[in-house]
């Protein structure tokens, strides 16, 4: 079953814009990792590969440092985690620098009323002889603390509004139009590598004022990707088609 899903995945990717989006700017690095991790699975067919194999490892390092594993053991485990670790964090990297190309020239389309978005990709260390000594250095804290703390599964991405954090510079307003602008530049990417997402709206009406909403609806008319947008409110000057759902219910509206 597990296979099965991630073969729909691949076959039907979805990017989902919901009212609790702006986390991806304002909240833990776990989202924004989640946030690389499905561009790059959809962008790059040898991301997914290469961190089922640092995932593997890392599981098997912690097991050996929880049981007071001989530091060869850990040696013979680190040196192919290693070469794992600086592989995703090279694709990483990429993506990331893929993703401010895409954003800016979004920025200059949508015209949103936002500050300069800049991004960053923010590892552990970047190659594998890096990592080697990292974990090395660390190895008895990791031991005292009972996992590796040190690795790509602690990566984060870094979000700056001119010469500060996005976050807590922006109001949770401009963080939410940011968090669109991003989850936009991820369907553009992944569109560009023959991939093609289907884009789910969360009531952008009661998220977005009149300017920024009317530009959106703009945007996604000239795109090819298929958009599903939820409202409470009818969406006017659309040439979109309207259903109605009412308690499981779904009408076309004429």
């Keep these: 079953p597990i296979a099965k899903m991630s073969e729909f995945a691949r076959l039907m990717p979805v990017v989902l814009v919901d009212p609790e989006n702006h986390a991806l700017v304002e909240g833990a690095p776990a989202v924004r990792r989640s946030y690389l991790d499905w ?16 995932s593997r490892l890392l599981r098997q390092r912690n097991a050996a440092i929880r049981g007071h594993a001989d530091p060869a053991l850990l040696q013979a485990l680190e040196q192919p985690m290693a070469e794992a670790a600086a592989a995703v964090e090279t694709l990483r990297n990429r993506y990331v620098a893929s993703l401010q190309a895409a954003l800016e020239a979004l920025a200059s389309e949508l015209e949103f009323h936002v500050e300069l978005i800049e991004l960053a990709y923010r590892p552990s260390a970047h190659t594998a002889e890096e990592y080697l000594q990292k974990w090395a250095e660390t190895r008895e804290r990791d031991r005292e603390q009972g996992f590796t703390r040190d690795g790509p599964h602690r990566g984060d991405l870094s979000i700056r509004a001119g010469d500060r954090m996005a976050a807590p510079r922006l109001s949770r307003g401009q963080m939410k139009l940011v968090a669109l602008m991003l989850k936009l530049a991820q369907m553009v990417l992944a569109r560009s590598a023959e991939c093609e ?15 920024h909403l009317e530009r959106l609806l703009a945007w996604l008319r000239a795109q090819p990707n298929q958009a599903w947008i939820t409202a409470v409110e009818r969406i006017r000057h659309t040439e979109a088609g309207l259903f109605h759902v009412e308690q499981g219910q779904i009408d076309a509206v004429v």
């Design 39 to 54: 561009g790059l699975f959809h962008v790059e067919q040898s991301y997914l590969v290469g961190w089922k194999r640092y």
């Design 197 to 211: 997402p289907v884009l789910l709206l969360d009531d952008p009406v009661s998220e977005l004022d009149s300017y």
